[in-house]
């Protein structure tokens, strides 16, 4: 049978936003995205204060731990809403929604940028030279810290559209306008990391963003679109590891 996403589906399967399974007021809005705005500054601070494994692991637990925590604030029990059991087809959307995370951005970059505009991500290739124990915990480390780019996204855009559908936005339009915003701000995040190259962040990772929050929003499923993020960046990661060893 084909899903379709009604008004009244949107409403009655996103969690929070219209009320379901319990509501986001003015306040607990506020609180996940306060939550998710402190993860990040910890994300990015931490390691300043540790600058070693343990650093970047105790950094990505916080950034997941600290968002969980707002949402338990904002929500209480109801906080297992958002990370309900995925489902075969839950996984399957996720891993499906990989090359189009890949290609999309990629588009933009060659026809939007120029590729030789770009900046590389350096935490990836500074990995190279890591052993193979090392790599194991690196990638369980990404692992961890995508979960919480997830709920650093996921959040607010479940606050933002809380906040328009009660000041009168019809929820098809406050999901759409989330959807645009909070791909933004998490462009904006990763500024630091492509040397604060604006197209590059907002434009290339900004449209990562948007297929990633598109799989949140069709399935009403965390776990589905953190699958799809940890499988694209675990791709990422091990061509460029591949490509630097073969060269070397």
Known sequence: MTRTTTPSSIQSDLPYSFGNPVPLTTRSSGLLWAASAAAFALLVAVPRWLPDLWGGALAALLFVGVQWAGL???????????FRRPRWRDVALGLAAVPLVIGLPALVAAYGLGMSHLSANASIYAAAGLSPAQLVGRFALVAVQLLGE???TILPLLATVALLHRAGMPARWAVAVAWVVTALVFGALHLPTYQWHLGQALLVIGTARLVLTAVFIY????WASTIAHIANDWAIMAFVLASTRTIA
Not at 72 to 82: C, D, E, Q, T, Y
Request: aromatic letters at 12%.
């Open 219 to 222: 399935t009403r499923n965390l």
């Open 150 to 152: 997830e709920l650093v």
């Open 72 to 82: 338990r604030w904002a929500v209480g029990p109801a906080w297992g809403a958002l």
